[in-house]
């Protein structure tokens, strides 16, 4: 179930934010795992929503059956999934498996729907985490830089770069700032 949801994105992005400040195990997984959760939780919220009013709550009423539950609540979840996957990377499943290529959106099967979703994730996660790496790269070059002009070969530059990458990350709110980038990737 975590994998129709936003949650995959969220956590590579939160994971390689924290490599790019060069803290690998700060904050700790659980830290990075609970804010993923959360934040996948408001990402999701809407679509949780709907699957509470149209399938779970009905269900939970005994007004409807524990199938016609799974029918309904799918659908919003297989919404969600269709605009976040990547037609390429869906033609790729659709190609590896063999399978004709649907007619319409509709006829897209869950088990070629949730693959092509968590590749376009994994792709969005990736490429997001490339431009969350740049300006601590940069950092980094010119940190390294300027302790070569000054003739300090033997200072590692990771000792004068990951007090000043922190403090840019808070004085600019890093925290925030990258929420802010995860979740908009969603309603763009």
Request: hydrophobic share 55%; proline share 7%; with cysteine.
């Amino acid at each position: 179930l975590v994998g129709m949801t936003s949650f995959t994105r969220i956590v590579i992005g939160l994971s390689l934010l924290r490599h790019a400040l060069g803290l690998p195990e700060t904050p700790p997984n659980s830290v990075i795992v609970t804010l993923a959760i959360c934040l996948t939780y408001f990402s999701m919220a809407p679509v949780l929503d709907q699957v509470n009013r149209d399938a779970l709550g009905p269900y939970l009423q005994e007004r409807i059956s524990a199938q016609q539950a799974l029918d309904l609540g799918v659908g919003p979840l297989r919404e969600f999934m269709v605009r976040q996957t990547r037609e390429s990377d869906l033609r790729a499943v659709l190609d590896m498996a063999r399978a004709e290529p649907p007619r319409t959106i509709d006829d897209i099967g869950m088990r070629y729907l949730m693959p092509a979703f968590l590749l376009s994730e994994l792709k969005t996660a990736f490429q997001i985490g490339f431009v969350i790496f740049l300006p601590f790269l940069l950092v980094d070059l010119v940190i390294g830089a300027v302790l070569m002009a000054l003739g300090m070969i033997m200072v590692p530059p990771s000792t004068i770069s990951l007090p000043l990458k922190i403090l840019l990350f808070v004085l600019i709110d890093g925290w925030v700032l990258v929420s802010k980038a995860l979740l908009s990737s969603y309603w763009a």
